[in-house]
T-cell receptor, first 109, second 112 residues
Framework: GIQVEQSPPDLILQEGANSTLRCNFSDSVNNLQWFHQNPWGQLINLFYIPSGTKQNGRLSATTVATERYSLLYISSSQTTDSGVYFCAVAISGNTPLVFGKGTRLSVIA | KAGVTQTPRYLIKTRGQQVTLSCSPISGHRSVSWYQQTPGQGLQFLFEYFSETQRNKGNFPGRFSGRQFSNSRSEMNVSTLELGDSALYLC???????????FGSGTQLSVL
């Protein structure tokens, strides 16, 4: 099946810093989503982005489908950004999302 | 609009027992997926239901089963619980196809 690799596995940032999280995948996909899991376990959908670039406040994401990677940018990080960020992909509309192992982000004041 | 609702939030069972978890999707969503999350294996897909039919199934033993009702609510059942079944079980809903997935808060199952 499709492989999803996320890097870095862990990241510690000072509040106000910027960061880039990467997601590589092993096959062509037509569905790619980014999620944030907060310290209480709730998974929040950040972006549906099988290709192109999207922005939502301090967060933005870019997927280069032809090169099989996606990037999540976090600017001016806040302590509330802490948690685990997951990338998930699917190769077709009727196949389930496969999740990467995540990037654990800790933002310290 | 209410989000995905999972009940119960926490559950403690002993080995050999069975358990049923419930999930109510976002209104209008016809697809419900279940995932198991553990520290060692991460998020693993269990199964997906769409309009009461199982559309996809992950690589889990037959002790794990599910169903979906006509109102799109879904249940999953785990029979003959094992210690390794201790995990956070997450339910997610979507409109179906290539649509955004929305997760519930999960059920934390502990098997003693």
């Amino acid at each position: 099946g499709i492989q999803v690799e996320q890097s870095p596995p862990d990241l510690i940032l000072q509040e106000g810093a910027n960061s880039t999280l990467r997601c590589n995948f092993s096959d062509s996909v037509n569905n790619l989503q980014w999620f944030h899991q907060n310290p209480w376990g709730q998974l929040i959908n950040l972006f549906y982005i099988p290709s192109g670039t999207k922005q939502n406040g301090r967060l933005s994401a870019t997927t280069v489908a032809t090169e099989r990677y996606s990037l999540l940018y976090i600017s001016s990080s806040q302590t509330t950004d802490s948690g685990v960020y997951f990338c998930a992909v699917a190769i077709s509309g009727n196949t389930p999302l496969v999740f990467g192992k995540g990037t654990r982000l800790s933002v310290i004041a | 609009k209410a989000g995905v609702t999972q009940t119960p939030r926490y559950l403690i069972k002993t080995r050999g027992q069975q358990v049923t978890l419930s999930c109510s999707p976002i209104s209008g969503h016809r697809s419900v997926s279940w995932y198991q999350q553990t520290p060692g294996q991460g998020l693993q897909f269990l199964f997906e239901y769409f309009s009461e039919t199982q559309r996809n199934k992950g690589n889990f033993p037959g002790r794990f089963s599910g169903r979906q009702f006509s109102n799109s609510r879904s249940e999953m059942n785990v029979s003959t619980l094992e210690l390794g079944d201790s995990a956070l079980y997450l339910c997610a809903s979507s409109l179906g196809g290539d649509e955004k997935l929305f997760f519930g808060s999960g059920t934390q199952l502990s098997v003693l």
